[in-house]
């Protein structure tokens, strides 16, 4: 059985069950006291305290430790609806849970405005002479948290749609018809289905986009998390990548070696669900930078594929892409930067998220040796914040997986 739901900000992994009654299901917690988001809300809003409500019986619980946080793997009996009945019940409590989360938001910001109010209003009562600090910081508060309920809302009622979405497709076409249903989505999903930690080339399948099954090169976590997905891989210069929209948006390149996963898979996969990104940076003299990002996300072809989500940065190679976030991508063939006097991809012999122009090029050239004269300043593979515009990569990955750490 490969259908896998997704509810709320919680982690679900799908495992192949060997009952013909149930799946298996997986919800990773990371159990560091200090990590106390709105994502514990999210949990405690359709389960309260027990997750067993929401999955069935609970199996098994084991403890593992990944990037100095201690995670907690809970395993639970889910059995999932096999009747047209069911389904249609499932996706009506959806619904209802929808209408019930809007609800609550819109409490909880009429709430908050109304304390705002109260704090304000006697505030002026026992000090007319507020000063414009106070006023400020009030301000900061209510904007914060306003940004902070809007951008819950949207990531909750996003998951909770994708989850109707695929109840629909269960619907109109068995699962039973699809002979891809039990390939993985992502990477992450790849090492548990297939029980490996050995990195290599996998079949993925997004199962709600109208995408073909891909094959994509699935890397282990050196700290022994879950293993990433390889979405760009620059190595040893054999891969031309000055390409057109056409080969930017299909993919190209071998998931061994070099290549680009493609922009419409590069959008299912981000917007399946959240996803962090890792880039890996390496010069000429084995020297090796990182960027990580805790959120990102690129948009769909009607947005032009612009880099949509960009944050949490982390790392030691400095932040080179935040640039280019909010940039739509570039083509020597198709124009989208915000330079008007100029083509990025053209003047700078790549494609990008090109802004006016870029603090990065990873898809530029490929230079042999690393440092490039003037002429070609900002034609290679190059990261600003390490080694400047006048230094070619010799190795860059960018990887992404599904955040699992709630």
């Given amino acids: 059985m490969g259908l896998h739901l997704k509810l709320l900000a919680i982690v679900l992994f799908s495992f192949l069950a060997t009952a013909e009654e149930f799946e298996s299901w997986v919800v990773a917690n990371d159990i560091n006291p200090n990590n106390g988001d709105g994502d514990d809300q999210t949990q405690k809003f359709l389960c309260g305290d027990n997750f067993e409500k929401c999955f069935g019986p609970k199996l098994n619980s084991v403890v593992f430790l990944s990037d100095n946080k201690l995670y907690r793997v809970e395993i639970y009996d889910y059995k999932l609806p096999t009747t047209l009945d069911e389904i249609m019940e499932e996706e009506k409590s959806l619904k209802n849970e929808i209408d019930l989360l809007e609800n609550k938001l819109s409490q909880q910001g009429r709430d908050i405005y109304t304390d705002l109010e109260r704090a304000n209003a006697e505030h002026i009562e026992s000090d007319l002479d507020i000063s414009q600090r106070a006023k400020d910081e009030r301000e900061h508060l ?27 497709n269960r619907v109109r076409k068995p699962l039973e018809n699809d002979t891809n249903a039990d390939l993985p989505n992502n990477c992450a999903e790849a090492f548990i289905i297939y029980e490996t930690t050995e990195s290599g080339v996998f079949e993925l399948h ?48 071998d998931p061994e070696g070099e290549y680009f996963i493609g922009l419409d898979r590069l959008f299912a996969l981000t917007n399946d669900r959240p996803n962090e990104l890792w880039i890996k940076l390496e010069d000429f003299h084995d020297e090796e930078r990182f960027a990580k990002y805790t959120d990102f996300a690129i948009g769909d072809m009607d947005e032009n594929y612009l880099l949509k989500k960009l944050n949490g940065y982390s790392g030691d190679a400095g932040d080179s892409l935040v640039e280019q976030k909010g940039c739509e991508f570039s083509t020597h063939d198709r124009d989208n930067d915000n330079d008007p006097t100029k083509s990025c991809a053209e003047t700078y012999d790549g494609a990008w998220w090109y802004n006016r122009c870029h603090d990065s090029n990873l898809n530029g050239r490929y230079i042999r040796g690393g440092y490039y004269d003037y002429q070609q300043e900002a034609q290679g593979i190059d990261w600003y914040s390490w080694h400047g515009h006048q230094y070619s990569l010799r190795y860059v990955h960018m990887a992404i997986r599904p955040k699992y750490d709630f």
């Fill in 206 to 253: 997004l199962r709600d986009y109208t995408l073909a099954p891909f094959k994509a090169y699935c890397l282990a976590d050196p700290d022994g998390g879950p293993a990433w997905t390889v979405v760009q891989r620059r190595m040893d210069g054999t891969e031309d990548f000055y390409r057109d929209w056409d080969d930017y948006v299909t993919g190209f390149g």
């Fill in 142 to 168: 209510e904007s914060k948290l306003t940004e902070n309920m809007n951008q819950m809302k949207s990531t909750l009622l996003n998951i909770l749609n994708t989850k109707l979405n695929r109840m629909d």
